[in-house]
């Protein structure tokens, strides 16, 4: 079946360097991707979206690539800060529904 | 969150026991969710609504039902609470089906 899922669980960042998360999906279908950020004891919190029709889209500090020749998604966090220390997931957008990845937790090293 | 919240926040309850967790926006958004979240398992959707009294199931919908009476609010029932209902409950709104979604703080219930 349809699945979007991430390569870590976890990934250990030295502060101010740059963080790489990486999602893969598998209905190349898909049109609509979003990365979302939970820091404990909170609800997940929208970063960045990016369609089909883009490789790559860039927010504050936040970069979204879309590779849809092998279905992978990347978030990267430029020099990254302990605010930034939380579970990160993919989603795929697919009629009316949100398919999650499991997560991955960014830890960061000061 | 900013126009969405989620009551109570936390709610301990004995097996067997009716269970209502309530969402209300005041962002009159179109599109209203219940998750669970559970260790290992990330955001598994349990019922949506895309309308007043206009709802469907998610992939994890049995045991639970939902009403949405109003746009703002969205209710979630456990009729019979289990101790496989122990979760972290998140509501989210979205006023296109194609736009981020917008989450609650959570409701942490115990089903003991």
């Known amino acids: 079946g349809e699945s979007v899922g991430l390569h870590l669980p976890t990934l250990s960042v030295q502060e101010g360097d740059n963080s790489i998360i990486n999602c893969a999906y598998s209905n190349s279908a898909s049109d609509y991707f979003i990365w979302y950020k939970q820091e404990s004891g909170k609800g997940p919190q929208f970063i960045i979206d990016?369609?089909?029709n883009m490789d790559k889209r860039q927010g504050q500090r936040v970069t979204v690539l879309l590779n849809k020749t092998v279905k992978h998604l990347s978030l990267q966090i430029a020099a990254t800060q302990p605010g930034d220390s939380a579970v990160y997931f993919c989603?795929?957008?697919?009629?009316?529904?949100?398919?999650w990845g499991a997560g991955t937790k960014l830890i960061i090293k000061p | 969150d900013a126009g969405i919240t989620q009551s109570p926040r936390h709610k301990v309850t004995e097996t067997g026991t009716p269970v209502t967790l309530r969402c209300h926006q005041t962002e009159n958004h179109r599109y209203m969710y219940w998750y669970r979240q559970d260790p290992g398992h990330g955001l598994r959707l349990i019922h949506y609504?895309?309308?007043?009294?206009?709802?469907d199931k998610g992939e994890v919908s049995d045991g639970y039902s939902v009403s949405r009476s109003k746009t703002e609010d969205f209710l979630l029932t456990l009729e019979s609470a289990t101790s496989s209902q122990t979760s972290v409950y998140f509501c989210?709104?979205?006023?296109?089906?194609?736009?981020?979604?917008?989450f609650g703080s959570g409701t942490r219930l115990t089903v003991v």
């Open positions: 990016i369609r089909s």
């Open positions: 989603a795929e957008n697919s009629n009316y529904q949100l398919i």
């Open positions: 989210a709104i979205s006023g296109m089906t194609d736009n981020g979604y917008t």
């Open positions: 609504s895309y309308g007043v009294k206009d709802t």
